[in-house]
């Protein structure tokens, strides 16, 4: 294995160099995005996807709703053969993931790379080895130092091309124990529990120890998260994690799905308040759906179909107003109790006529955020889903019309709440030249922001005198109640 190396003084440098050209983190303090996996083989399957009628890139309809993170998967070596005996997969595998991180970082979005640690899907009752690694299944020295090695060249040769995650999944939905055969030598089903934690803590572990030891000496080091399914597992699964020595990781990650995982938004928020009081972690929803129709567009039958979950907690029967609705509802759950984000999987798996595993076409159409329009040509639900991406989840926004201005490279802000130096924030636009940012202010806080016209310090605005109340230079804000909102013109006092 290659040993961690100290990087503080490297990372202290490279600090310095580019503090003043970086996006400050407060940016994106509150991650809201989508697991966007499947798109590159949608396009190839000749889907295309239109926004308000404008066939636009996938990745940038949900960047311009709002989103500033995106989830891709890694399989092994996915090289099976599809549902319809001839179509070989070569999705999700490295150069498949490292072209959704490419579209992903090139439009300004964080990526959460999701190691699945198999050569197909994980999850709480499928956790298969990768064929490579079969023959070593319980040798653990061995199969650790794999795990690692893998994990390690994965990394650093994302690094080596500019497409280092920001977060690392080490394992995806691993309630059960990871990296097991499908079939023991007696050809009987290997069940995954119970939890061999030996074992498991030694794979886990592996997998977070190389994730650290690329990001102590890549541009990024990334975050990692660990992943289980259905937060009333949460505290069962992380307690015994950190009894067994599992505990060099930074974020719980979380899949709520309401028509399979049992309870509501609100118990959903108290787990939340729970696992970090108990385990001093961040936590998130880093996999969540809700349907917005019963009706399907292909061969394929629907994973989802229920709506008591709407009923109940009186969003109405599924529609695309009660899908946003619900997303938006959950995700300020999240957000009121200081969880790091949502991510939405997966909204662009749309009805078409490619093979997976199981079938011909998609089992997600009714829970994607398009409509049912033209074959292949798929429109954005406006009033459904991606809502929840345009939601405003912050308790201060500060926004700002460009309009006259030449803002072909966006709008940006900085102030005292973006850190030491005062970073540039890129801002989200809205439409019809108007840009805006929010986040958590203290009440009872005043301090100083300027807006700028690019991501340089020689285009911020000039600050009319009578309104730049901050050392005759800069604007000024008072946060008295949550809520507030700041809106001017570019180098204007006029509001709007």
């Given amino acids: ?183 023991d030598a007696d050809g009987n089903p290997v069940s995954g529990y119970p939890i061999n934690w030996a074992r498991n803590s030694a794979l886990l ?34 307690g015994s994690a950190i009894q067994n020595g599992v505990t060099d990781f930074d974020i719980i990650g979380l899949s709520y799905y309401p028509e399979w995982h049992a309870g509501s938004i609100k118990d959903v928020g108290n787990i939340i308040s729970a696992l970090k009081a108990d385990y001093n972690k961040d936590v998130m929803i880093v996999e969540t759906g809700a349907i917005w129709t019963h009706n399907w567009n292909d061969k394929a039958s629907n994973m989802m179909d229920k709506e008591d979950y709407y009923v109940d907690y009186g969003y109405g029967v599924a529609s695309p107003e009660a899908q946003a609705n619900w997303l938006i509802d959950l995700t300020q759950e999240v957000k009121d109790r200081d969880g790091l984000g949502v991510v939405y999987w997966e909204p662009s798996w749309v009805a078409n006529s490619c093979w997976t595993l199981w079938g011909e076409g998609s089992h997600w159409e009714n829970a994607s955020f398009f409509g049912y329009n033209n074959w292949l040509d798929y429109e954005l639900n406006l009033d459904g889903g991606i809502r929840f991406l345009e939601h405003n989840y912050g308790n201060v926004t500060f926004k700002v019309d460009m309009t006259g201005v030449n803002a072909a490279d966006g709008a940006y802000i900085t102030g005292d709440f973006s850190g030491a130096n005062w970073d540039l924030i890129e801002m989200y636009h809205e439409g019809n030249n108007i840009y805006s940012f929010s986040l958590d202010i203290p009440e009872g806080t005043t301090g100083a922001f300027y807006f700028l016209k690019k991501h340089q310090w020689s285009k911020r605005e000039t600050v009319p005198t009578e309104c730049a109340l901050s050392w005759g230079t800069d604007r000024q804000y008072t946060i008295p109640v949550a809520g507030e909102t700041y809106t001017f013109k570019f180098a204007s006092c006029e509001t709007f």
Avoid at 223 to 235: D, E, Q, R, S, T
Wanted: contains cysteine; aromatic residues 12%.
């Fill in 205 to 238: 572990n592996a997998g977070i120890n190389a994730v650290r030891a690329a990001g102590d000496i890549a541009t990024i080091d990334p975050k990692v998260i660990l992943h289980v399914a259905n937060p009333n597992y949460g505290n069962w699964w992380f």
């Fill in 1 to 183: 294995m290659i040993k961690r190396i100290s990087s503080i003084k490297i990372n202290s440098l490279i600090y310095l160099v580019t503090a003043f050209f970086c996006t400050s983190p407060l940016a994106e303090t509150f991650l809201k995005g989508a697991d966007l996996s499947y798109v590159n083989k949608m396009e190839d399957c000749g889907v295309s996807y239109r926004d308000n009628g404008v066939k636009i890139d996938n990745f940038r309809i949900m960047r311009d709703h709002g989103a500033n993170v995106v989830r891709v998967r890694l399989w092994h070596d996915p090289n099976w053969v599809a549902g319809d005996g001839t179509t070989v997969n070569q999705y999700s595998n490295y150069n498949d993931a490292k072209r959704s991180i490419a579209r992903a970082k090139n439009l300004g979005m964080k990526v959460i790379l999701d190691f699945h640690y198999s050569d197909e899907w994980t999850d709480p009752g499928h956790q298969h080895i990768p064929k490579a690694w079969q023959s070593i299944a319980y040798d653990v020295p061995a199969l650790s130092t794999e795990v690692y090695n893998y994990t390690y060249d994965t990394l650093m040769a994302l690094n080596a091309v500019g497409f280092m995650p920001d977060y690392v999944q080490v394992g995806n939905e691993t309630n059960g124990e990871i990296l097991l055969p499908k079939y």
